[in-house]
């Protein structure tokens, strides 16, 4: 397994990939290895957005409300909509 | 916010009609009509389903926040959902902006609802907290606040949740009105209730709720001849000889009513296992216990379209069995016409294996195929047929059985008891109920 341009490890374990959906959304969230390190992606192929994560920024959103996503959400297709 | 407002006015025909079942329906007397025709319909989407408690679904279909499940009171659709507190509650399925669906699957789970014509984003407490080009489009001028999902007051008892369209009806518990004593029955088999057994069955049958509302208030005379092979191959532990004891109980003025039926020499809550029987003596009262452990079969309506029917049976015929709790929802979607609704729902505290066993004989006694469920809608489907033809429309049909009972004094729970389990004492009081809501303007 090389490494990508993109610093991620070549190849897709189907372990670390999984989706999450509902009638409203669906993302890819995947592990993303980089040479010293992981990641976690959150990618929506219906906008085009995506995000990594890492394990600091993921912890800080375990003392977030729904009121922080409810203010993410009202742009509720992304930047400019 | 007025959700509902009573617009609709019978026609002089169906108040004349109306106000006759006053005195009529006391001395034993029902108008065929009032169980197929499209007024009635038409008249009880307002004046019975816009002021009544509906069932609309089980805590358990719903345990975690974001959980999800669209209802149905009359015709409007409904969000039952969690939310992000673990607080029920019940809005409108219909977006603000131009009233689209806002939730297309029957079941999910969400914090936000998003709409898909104009991406207008709800939290699941309702309120509006996303609208595409807000900035662009209305200048920032529409107060979002003003735009949450239309809500339904809810309330429930023991995982029950009922939701009602009137913002004037009384509270749940008052309009059960004791009725919870005998519901106690189905709900607390042990310190943690029930819990559905899957998701409900459903399909459409061509017959008036009303038909299938009574016959759960305590029509224990249809079962020998309806079901007579059901008692004949053993499934079902009664014989026609003794099938008649037991008693009927109906909460006057509330339309809801209880079946209790026994057999005679039956041991103490027969049919169920060692486990349940000990946790409902201790989730139960001494008089509940006392009554309960006697009967047989326990079917019920809470008025106007809930019914729940607690019975033993076996899947192989002449062994002894276990119980099943069925609950049904006869929702109107016409005249003459139901979309219906079949839980089977277990002690939440009960051994696997028994869930499992009631499941199935819930399956083969009640579910879509059920060979209990196949007789009965061939019977009303005939009768909504027939009722609605133009000789049968002006008939009445008899219920003077059991007019001149007495109710039992000695019986402890609330309401009119009047032994024994077959006579028309409680559909007298169901069809007055009835009556009653159907000519308030």
Known sequence: MGDRQDG??????????????????????????????????????KLGHSIRLDPLELESLTWQTTETFSRFLETPFGPGS | MQVLKGRRQPSPEVRSMLEAMVDMVPQGRVPARIFNDPEVFELEQERIFGRCWVFLAHESEIPSPGDYVLRYIANNSI??????????????????????????????????FRCSYHGWTYKNTGELIGVPYWNEVYHRRLDKAEWALVPVRVETYNGLIFGNLDPDAP????????????????????????????????????????????????DGYHTPVAHAFGFELGYFPSSARTHFEGVAVHIPGKGHAIGLGRTPGMPPFFGFPPEVV????????????????????AVCTVFPNLSILLQPFSRIPGQPGVRFVTMRLWHPIGPGRIQMWSWCIVPK???????????????????????????????????????????????????????????????????????????????????STWAKYMLRD
């Open chain 1, 8 to 45: 991620t490890r070549a190849g897709r374990n189907s372990q670390d990939e999984f989706v999450i959906a509902n009638e409203f959304a669906t993302v890819i969230v995947r592990k993303v290895h980089t040479r010293n390190g992981v990641r976690l992606e959150i990618a929506s192929p």
């Open chain 2, 79 to 112: 969000i039952v959902v969690r939310d992000e507190e673990g607080k029920v509650r019940a809005h409108l399925n219909m977006c603000r902006h131009r009233g689209n669906q806002v939730c297309k699957a029957e079941m999910g789970n969400a914090s936000h």
């Open chain 2, 171 to 218: 509270s749940l518990e008052e309009y059960l009105g004791g009725f919870q004593w005998y519901l106690d029955f189905y709900l607390k088999p042990g310190p943690n209730g029930t819990e559905v057994y899957g998701t409900p069955d459903k399909w459409v049958a061509d017959t008036d709720w009303k038909i299938c509302a009574e016959n759960f208030a305590g």
């Open chain 2, 278 to 297: 000990e946790a409902m003596q201790q989730t139960l009262t001494p008089e509940q216990v006392q009554v309960f452990s006697q009967v047989r079969t």
């Open chain 2, 349 to 431: 505290d009960a051994p696997q294996w028994y869930k499992d066993e009631s499941y199935l004989a819930y399956t083969l006694a009640f579910g879509a195929a059920g060979m209990f469920e196949q007789d009965d809608f061939e019977n009303w489907t005939n009768l909504t047929r027939q009722v609605k033809s133009t000789l049968a429309r002006d008939l009445v049909f008899p219920y003077e059985m059991g007019m001149d009972l007495e109710p039992d004094p000695t019986f402890p729970g609330p309401g009119v008891a009047v032994p024994p389990y077959v006579h028309e004492t409680n559909f007298r009081n169901m069809w």
